[in-house]
C-alpha cells in the first residue's frame, strides 16, 4: 500500500515537471512587478509631498503652520495658519457624515433584511448609479439647485456656505456606507436570525439587537472610509463652499477647505517656486495625514471588532 502511495506521488511530480512551462515561471515575475510598481508609485508620492513639505517649512515656521488660525498666502503680509483650511474641512465633513450615516445605514438595513428580490434588483442598481456620478456634476447641483433653496429658507445663507457643499457630499457618500453595510449584513449567517426569531423575538429586534451588532465591524470601516471620502472631496467644496478660509464655526458664509485652496493655486494663482506654490504640498501632506490615520482607524476597527462564523 505504502508502495502504491509512493508510485502515485511520483507521477504527480513527474507530470507536474513536465507541466513546467514557460508561462509559469514568468507570470509570477510579471505579476511581482505589477504589485512593485503600485508600492514605488505610494513612495513616490509621499517622497514627493515630504521633500515639497520641507522645501516650504525652511520659509514659514511650522509653529506658525500649526497653532494660528489666519490663512493669508496672498496678502501683502502673508499668513500661514492651517487651522483655517482644517475646520473648513471639517464643517464640510461633519454635515455630510451627519446626512450620510442614517440615510446610508437605513438604505443598508432595507437592503439586507426587509427588501424583496424585486425591490433590491431596483434599488442596488440605482445606488451605483449614484456613486458613479462625476463629482464635478454634484458641484454645480450643489451652486445652482441645491443652494437657491436653502437661500429661499434661509435668506441670511451667503451663495458661497457650509451647508449646500456638506450636504451634497453627504449624498455623494451615502452609496460608500450604504454597500458597504449591507454587504456586512449580509455575511451574518442566516441560521443566527433563524435563532433569534425561534426564541420569540420580532423582526425589528432581530436586526437591532442580532444583525446590527453581528455586522459592527464591517459598518463602522464602511463608515470611517467615508469620512475619509469626505475630507478629500474636491470639486464640490471648490464649486460651492467658497475660497474664503476662515476659522469660525459658521456655517452660512464662504469658507475654504484644504482641497479647495490646493485647486485654487493649481490653477495657476501662484508662480512656481514661491512660498505659495510650495504651501499647497504642505497642506496636501496634511490631507494625505487625514487621510492615512482615517484608514487606519477603519482597519483597526474591522480587526477589533471582526467577528468570524
Known amino acids: 500500500m505504502a508502495t502504491q502511495s509512493t508510485s502515485v506521488r511520483e507521477k504527480i511530480a513527474k507530470h507536474a ?60 503680509d502673508p499668513k500661514y495658519g492651517i487651522w483655517a483650511l482644517i475646520i473648513g474641512t471639517l464643517k464640510i465633513t461633519v454635515i455630510a457624515t451627519i446626512v450620510a450615516v442614517p440615510v446610508g445605514l437605513g438604505a443598508a438595513i432595507y437592503l439586507s433584511e426587509y427588501a424583496s428580490e424585486r425591490a433590491r434588483k431596483i434599488i442596488k442598481p440605482i445606488l451605483e448609479i449614484l456613486s458613479g456620478i462625476p463629482t464635478i456634476v454634484f458641484g454645480f447641483f450643489a451652486l445652482t439647485f441645491v443652494t437657491p433653496y436653502l ?107 484644504m482641497t479647495g485652496y490646493i485647486v485654487q493655486v493649481a490653477t495657476g494663482d501662484a508662480t512656481f517656486g514661491s512660498t505659495v506654490y510650495y504651501s499647497i504640498y504642505a497642506v496636501g501632506f ?14 483597526w476597527i474591522t480587526k477589533r471588532f471582526r467577528e468570524e462564523y
Open 17 to 76: 515537471n513536465n507541466n513546467n512551462s514557460k508561462s509559469d515561471k514568468i507570470v509570477p515575475i510579471v505579476l511581482a512587478i505589477i504589485a512593485l510598481i503600485s508600492i514605488l508609485t505610494t513612495i513616490g508620492i509621499v517622497i514627493t509631498l515630504l521633500t515639497e513639505t520641507i522645501t516650504f517649512f525652511t520659509r514659514v515656521p511650522l509653529t506658525e503652520f500649526l497653532f494660528t488660525k489666519d490663512w493669508q498666502p496672498f496678502s501683502s
Open 286 to 299: 496634511t490631507l494625505f495625514l487625514f487621510t492615512l490615520v482615517m484608514n487606519i482607524i477603519s482597519q
Open 151 to 257: 437661500r429661499a429658507v434661509f435668506p441670511s445663507l451667503d451663495s458661497f456656505n457650509s451647508i449646500s457643499p456638506g450636504l451634497v457630499v453627504g449624498i455623494m457618500i451615502i452609496p460608500l456606507i450604504s454597500s458597504m453595510s449591507e454587504e456586512a449584513m449580509s455575511a451574518v449567517p442566516e441560521k443566527i436570525r433563524e435563532g433569534a426569531l425561534g426564541l420569540g423575538a420580532t423582526k425589528f429586534e432581530v436586526v437591532t439587537r442580532v444583525v446590527l451588532p453581528a455586522a459592527t465591524s464591517g459598518i463602522m470601516a464602511s463608515i470611517v472610509l467615508a469620512i475619509s471620502r469626505a475630507i478629500g472631496e474636491t470639486m464640490i467644496v471648490s464649486l460651492a463652499a467658497g475660497s474664503s478660509p476662515t476659522a469660525s464655526l459658521d456655517l452660512t458664509g464662504s469658507i475654504q477647505t
